[in-house]
């Protein structure tokens, strides 16, 4: 029966994230051997790893071998290097042979997230001999929904679903039903492409396969979910200006995650001291026009924003498969007319600032059309360079075999600072000429 | 057979995203009838909707009806306003009595989401009589790997997986194979949840249930791998500080984009005017030493880089849970941790910029070690406000019901300029009062 109450295993997964590691402990050891086993395979990869180390050996293997061998490399791969060799240990021979397979794949590929368990069938099967052996082959496996159709070299000839065999006449050989041009991944597919398979193709299972076509395991669309996650994660803590955090923000220690965005804020940091450089060119304007530096931070923030909105965008839409390289030309033409467009926009309200303040309080001296108008033009170039230079810079990275989303915020907008102080004082030293310059 | 072409529909679907409209269409009709019946229920919505505007009445009708209700629901929800009641009518009336009650639902929760159809059993059922029911419902249905057992008010009773059916004795009753506290969903459950669901319960199917625990309709996983991509896109657009296009790139109208953009640009302008106010503030400082102007972009943007760090990093653990709103002030803490460490840092490196400089180029003049001083203690000071003031704006958005990925990088570098201008000369005029000021 539907219960109303939930269970405490059910009401500790749901407030895992937000409690600390011990309290986490505390309360996972307060459950019931039904509990402690319900809750453990359902934990992330990284909760699992720190429980796991604070068992001994018998209640390792036990707790191990619960999980199907992809979720078993994973979490080998996120314990400390020092531990692995005695996880290992703690597995049965079958089990530990599967696992040191995937092993030796990198975890972001179709074949370190696959499962090498996976139901199996010969051609010349009946319907009847299939769901028999099937059925035989079902308590060693998480699912029979799908089931490869496999020659005697182990090639891929075609996919069954359970729900086939199950509408099918028992006597109509599984060569006449299955499908033969199911969709596949390969062992070193791209994680994040494989998900997107998923997502176009509808499956919940897709086959891993070799170079010969020989199936290696199969890849089921939960594990899949959570990389869409994993990978946007990645994406979003690159676009704020820093390195991935590879895990949750409160289970970082401080130390690390200083480290992680210190690196950048540093590169940054130093991007950004050309600012001091390029300003020092530009003492003697501000010396004597000191109305100059009352809108720089205005205007190379105003670039700032627009190349952050335009790297933005790209990044995501590389990331999808939604823009290709070869597609740079078209996108910087639409970011030509739109960075044009958003500068007018934004110069004519700087150009209405300046003039209707000036006529409420003069600070602007006698000159202040031609500062409103040093103003708008300025405003038109930096956010027409910002949007150009934010589009154009994952695109570059991507060139350069770099990963487009590390074209983040922050870089670009320093990138933009630098030139926007040129294009500043550039336009204001031409409109100014022979006036306040 | 598994060949190793590839099949026409199979290509124009990878290129897809990469193609503008009106190629789409024309390679659309080149297709075979069977090719674009492969083609077209894989496509994305939008996609399919402006496909099927090209299309006359008797057409849309068959295109239409391949399709599953949730998907048709989402098609009309998609389709111009004016076209909706037109796209209902070609539909059969069964068909379009379903769709009308998905419609009642806001598209970006569980009912909007669920499909109306799915495998039903009821508990006194044999496996037997189970299976020879589940056969017959299968030709409608998109999947019967899950069946749900309802008493006679279509209450949920528990659920039954096809393999469940497929391993247990013929004769035993559904009721007792049935797994009585399966996870669900509720009508009206946000899609993010929904997707969390999943991927903490490891099932490819949820039930949507109403307020008194009738089953309305499933999910099933495929359709929520596409909610991950959505929910992550838009708040990396919003991160990004813009409105969410909610269209692939190339896709949107240029003057819809320049809209979405514009509004954030102009808003963000408008607060980065506060800066020349305050700028206006110091104009006497600045007078005197011009060397202060210098610094002024590289120390603001160091606090906004800050702040988008901290800003990005707490959006993502909120929206993924990792995080609630009552954990505010551990995380605050940690942002004064990080914050002054942080500050240190750059500042340190800042100072030692200074120092050395000068001993190269003596363009500081004789109170170098003074300014240098004003420079590291700024830093520390806009470093620590950036990360407190980024990490902090996303709950206080949250707490205001609005979207914490609001919350941009550009704002909170926004927020940071003009108080960092406030610190730096504060700063500045303690430290050089008597000597450049």
Redesign the interface.
Known sequence: ???GSI?PAEVL?SEW??LRPKERLRRFRQLTTEGSAELFP?LDTRSQMLLLLTLNRGERHVWLQMLPPDDIADLILHSPRDQRAELLSALDDRVRAEVEVLLTYRSDVAGGVMSPRFARLRPEHTVDEA?TY??QQ??NLE???CAYVLDEQQ????AVF??DL??SDRTVKVSDIMH???AYATEAMDQEKV?QL???????TLPVLDAE?RVKGVIN??D???V??EE??E???K????EA?DA???EVG?WQ??RK??G???V???G??L??TA??HY?RQ??EA?VL??????V???G???G??A???????LA?????LK?WW??AW?EV??GL??GV??GL??FA?IVIWQSVSP?YGEYYMLVALTMFASLVGV?LFGSIAGSMLPFILTLCRLDPASAS??FV??LV?VTG?IIYFTVATIILHGTLL
Not at 155 to 158: E, K
Not at 293 to 298: E, G, K, M, S
Not at 311 to 317: A, F, Q, V
Request: charged share 20%; net charge neutral.
């Open positions: 029966m539907l219960t269970r997964r994230h937000a359902k769901i099937l059925r079902a308590p699912s029979v929904d090639h891929l000839l075609g359970l729900q199950f509408c033969g041009d199911c998900a998923f997502s176009d193709s509808k499956l919940h076509r669309v939960d899949i979910i959570d869409a996650y946007a994660t994406d979003i803590q676009i704020g200006g820093m955090l949750p923000y409160m401080l995650m200083i965005r210190g950048w804020l540093a940054l940091f130093l950004e001291m600012t001091a300003m020092s003492e501000i010396e000191v530096a009352l809108f720089i931070p205005l190379i923030s105003t700032g924003n627009s952050s909105q790297t933005t965008l790209i990044i995501r839409s999808l498969g939604e823009i290709r597609d078209r996108v639409r007319a739109a467009s958003l926009f934004l309200i700087g600032r600070i956010v915020a922050p907008a320093t600072d102080l």
